[in-house]
């Protein structure tokens, strides 16, 4: 069943949980001195919920899932700050680890939220993505003194180069001389 209105969603319901627990502790006394930390983690803990709230009403999933991305950064921040709480001691460790319990929970159902949304509309990998050795794209990478001319201009004066196209460099090391082990372009 879709969800009707943002209340609706499970992730919101724990960024505002969340909210309510991180304002809540922030109310003691040695918090309250530090008014930049505590309007830092104050202000993550509310971006969490209104990220999540800000994603649901466009009504488009990848705008949605972006969002969500924001929501996730956002609880690493809160979490972050609570752990210079704890050093500064503006709060006791019961007390963080309460809130680093309840912001562990907000991370998995605003990921599973993520992931949900993202299995509805998979898209190609970009052809690159987890390749190590990528070919040289410039004159500055892998091409030595080339003269800063158009493409064109290059391939009909000067021959190709031997390198490979994405596949394996100590191929290329190895007909060159180099030794192998040193580092890739």
Not at 9 to 21: F, H, I, S
């Amino acid at each position: 069943m879709k969800a009707q209105r943002v209340e609706d969603l499970d992730c919101w319901r724990e960024a505002r949980v969340l909210v309510n627990m991180v304002f809540k502790k922030s109310q003691g006394r040695a918090f309250r001195k530090e008014t930049q930390l505590r309007g830092h983690v104050t202000g993550a803990a509310l971006d969490v919920m209104n990220a999540i709230s800000e994603g649901f009403v466009t009504g488009s999933d990848s705008e949605f899932i972006r969002t969500l991305k924001y929501a996730l950064r956002s609880v690493s921040e809160v979490q972050t700050s609570l752990y210079a709480a704890l050093d500064l001691k503006l709060i006791g460790k019961n007390d963080f680890m309460g809130l680093y319990d309840h912001i562990q929970k907000t991370r998995k159902v605003i990921d599973s939220q993520r992931h949900f949304l993202s299995g509805r509309h998979e898209r190609p990998m970009h052809r690159w993505r987890g390749r190590r050795n990528r070919p040289p794209h410039g004159p500055h990478q892998g091409g030595g003194d080339r003269p800063s001319q158009p493409r064109e201009e290059q391939r009909s004066e000067e021959p190709r180069s031997e390198e490979p196209r994405g596949g394996d460099w100590s191929q290329t090391e190895a007909a060159h001389g180099e030794g192998s082990g040193g580092s890739q372009p």
